[in-house]
């Protein structure tokens, strides 16, 4: 079998395009360029572009969780639950340190009934954008399922501007970071590694674990 640094992508790499969270685990789509040869083996322009799918056996880790539950807020804000022109950033702090529900308990109460599932992200490095999957638990005890619009991380005008987009940049790559962790097969037992370790996938014909795409990319 050929080692996992033979698969490491050329040029756009191998990126994260959607998580999500079902509790138990996390299914991860990845897209993966790779450089396309012609017979000689010679690199040419053009690039093949592969996605996959991993679902992961493993309860996401204590850290994780509390990525996820971080982008609550930008839950509410996004789904249209809080106005931004009426807060500023100390509400995330507070929802961070655990005080909001005393600070802000009507605030809290809308947040805490939010939950976010996942995300999807396009374009390019450089204007990336993402769109959040979430919902909201009802009064009645009803999940009601809602996709935020798409928003650009680094958006220019300030007409459409995310109000916290500094701070939704900051917390997304705080849990990107969580998710390759995850992936990678940090925060668990040995044990847990081990059975990590047998999941295969097939990247542009070639069958590789994820744990060893992941340390490869890591490396």
């Given at each position: 079998?050929?080692?996992?640094?033979?698969?490491?992508?050329?040029?756009?790499?191998?990126?994260?395009?959607?998580?999500?969270?079902?509790?138990?685990?996390?299914?991860?789509?990845?897209s993966t360029t790779f450089p396309t040869v012609d017979e000689n083996g010679a690199?040419?322009?053009?690039?093949?572009?592969?996605?996959?799918?991993?679902?992961?056996?493993?309860?996401?880790?204590?850290?994780?969780?509390?990525?996820?539950?971080?982008?609550?807020?930008?839950?509410?804000?996004?789904?249209?639950?809080?106005?931004?022109?009426?807060?500023?950033?100390?509400?995330?702090?507070?929802?961070?340190?655990?005080?909001?529900?005393?600070?802000?308990?009507?605030?809290?109460?809308?947040?805490?009934?939010?939950?976010?599932?996942?995300?999807?992200?396009?374009?390019?490095?450089?204007?990336?954008?993402?769109?959040?999957?979430?919902g909201a638990l009802t009064h009645m005890g009803l999940n009601v399922t809602v996709?935020?619009?798409?928003?650009?991380?680094?958006?220019?005008?300030?007409?459409?501007?995310?109000?916290?987009?500094?701070?939704?940049?900051?917390?997304?790559?705080?849990?990107?970071?969580?998710?390759?962790?995850?992936?990678?097969?940090?925060?668990?037992?040995?044990?847990?590694?081990?059975?990590?370790?047998?999941?295969?996938?097939?990247?542009?014909?070639?069958?590789?674990?994820?744990?060893?795409?992941?340390?490869?990319?890591?490396?």
């Amino acid at each position: 079998m050929e080692t996992p640094h033979s698969l490491i992508p050329i040029g756009d790499g191998c990126k994260i395009v959607k998580v999500k969270n079902t509790g138990e685990n996390l299914e991860i789509a990845f897209s993966t360029t790779f450089p396309t040869v012609d017979e000689n083996g010679a690199a040419l322009i053009k690039k093949d572009e592969v996605q996959t799918v991993s679902k992961f056996p493993h309860k996401p880790h204590q850290l994780l969780e509390k990525a996820f539950d971080s982008m609550k807020p930008h839950v509410a804000f996004l789904f249209g639950f809080l106005n931004p022109d009426f807060f500023d950033e100390d509400l995330f702090k507070e929802f961070e340190e655990g005080v909001l529900e005393q600070t802000a308990p009507k605030e809290f109460e809308i947040i805490d009934r939010l939950y976010l599932r996942g995300y999807s992200t396009s374009g390019s490095n450089s204007d990336i954008g993402i769109i959040l999957s979430g919902g909201a638990l009802t009064h009645m005890g009803l999940n009601v399922t809602v996709n935020t619009p798409f928003i650009r991380l680094n958006e220019s005008r300030d007409d459409i501007k995310y109000a916290f987009q500094d701070r939704l940049n900051k917390d997304f790559n705080i849990l990107e970071s969580r998710i390759w962790e995850y992936m990678h097969g940090k925060r668990w037992t040995d044990g847990q590694l081990d059975l990590f370790e047998d999941i295969k996938i097939t990247v542009n014909g070639k069958e590789v674990t994820s744990h060893e795409l992941a340390a490869a990319i890591f490396d």
